[in-house]
């Protein structure tokens, strides 16, 4: 919930990936948990937040261990990287061999507040908070639920070029500021 200052820089997803996975190793091989990894090398730099997207798949990565923790062996933690140039978008999928998502509630999986852990195991934040980082970088987020079992993560962005420069951009932007808006809060709490 802490605020960040969105800092944009040219950044290699698979980079990214690695950096979490690494962080993330002990308590999955403690729960025996088999990661493998397939990065497509030479994929294209994002301009994008290294931060934020580091933050989404730790949370994606958290989560998928979370719900293999229960789920009988063999359990395997699939992280994918792929270009689709066509599209002029990378792809990053986050598989795994837990449960699955049941349909009746994958529409709302994303939804702020909304979880399935017991209470006090979780807020329900972490995913609605990757949806609008992914949605703030330009790209979408979805998730399958495999017929098998586990289910699928898979996120899109958008390769784009760093902006013009500040007096470039400047120059641009003529929009005046928008001034007087309100905001209104809905609470269901007293």
């Given at each position: 919930?802490?605020?960040?200052?969105?800092?944009?820089?040219?950044?290699?997803?698979?980079?990214?990936?690695?950096e979490a996975v690494e962080?993330?190793?002990?308590?999955?091989?403690?729960?025996?948990?088999?990661?493998?990894?397939?990065?497509?090398?030479?994929l294209p730099t994002l301009?994008?937040?290294?931060?934020?997207?580091?933050?989404?798949?730790?949370?994606?990565?958290?989560?998928?261990?979370?719900?293999?923790?229960?789920?009988?062996?063999?359990?395997?933690?699939?992280?994918?990287?792929?270009?689709?140039?066509?599209?002029?978008?990378?792809?990053?999928?986050?598989?795994?061999?837990?449960?699955?998502?049941?349909?009746?509630?994958?529409?709302?999986?994303?939804?702020?507040?909304?979880?399935?852990?017991?209470?006090?195991?979780?807020?329900?934040?972490?995913?609605?908070?990757?949806?609008?980082?992914?949605?703030?970088?330009?790209?979408?987020?979805?998730?399958?639920?495999?017929?098998?079992?586990?289910?699928?993560?898979?996120?899109?962005?958008?390769?784009?070029?760093?902006?013009?420069?500040?007096?470039?951009?400047?120059?641009?932007?003529?929009?005046?500021?928008?001034?007087?808006?309100?905001?209104?809060?809905?609470a269901d709490e007293p």
């Amino acid at each position: 919930a802490r605020q960040h200052r969105l800092e944009r820089e040219e950044v290699e997803l698979n980079h990214v990936v690695r950096e979490a996975v690494e962080l993330l190793a002990y308590p999955l091989r403690e729960a025996n948990v088999e990661t493998r990894l397939a990065l497509t090398p030479d994929l294209p730099t994002l301009w994008a937040d290294p931060n934020q997207l580091h933050q989404v798949v730790v949370n994606l990565i958290t989560n998928a261990h979370q719900a293999m923790r229960e789920h009988p062996a063999p359990r395997r933690l699939s992280v994918a990287t792929r270009s689709d140039p066509a599209r002029g978008r990378v792809v990053l999928e986050v598989a795994d061999t837990g449960p699955g998502i049941p349909p009746e509630i994958q529409g709302r999986i994303f939804e702020p507040f909304f979880t399935t852990k017991a209470t006090g195991q979780g807020t329900g934040l972490g995913l609605s908070l990757c949806l609008g980082i992914i949605e703030g970088h330009g790209g979408t987020i979805g998730v399958e639920s495999l017929p098998r079992g586990g289910a699928v993560f898979r996120i899109e962005l958008p390769v784009n070029a760093p902006p013009a420069t500040e007096t470039e951009a400047a120059a641009v932007d003529t929009e005046p500021p928008l001034r007087g808006k309100a905001i209104l809060v809905v609470a269901d709490e007293p």
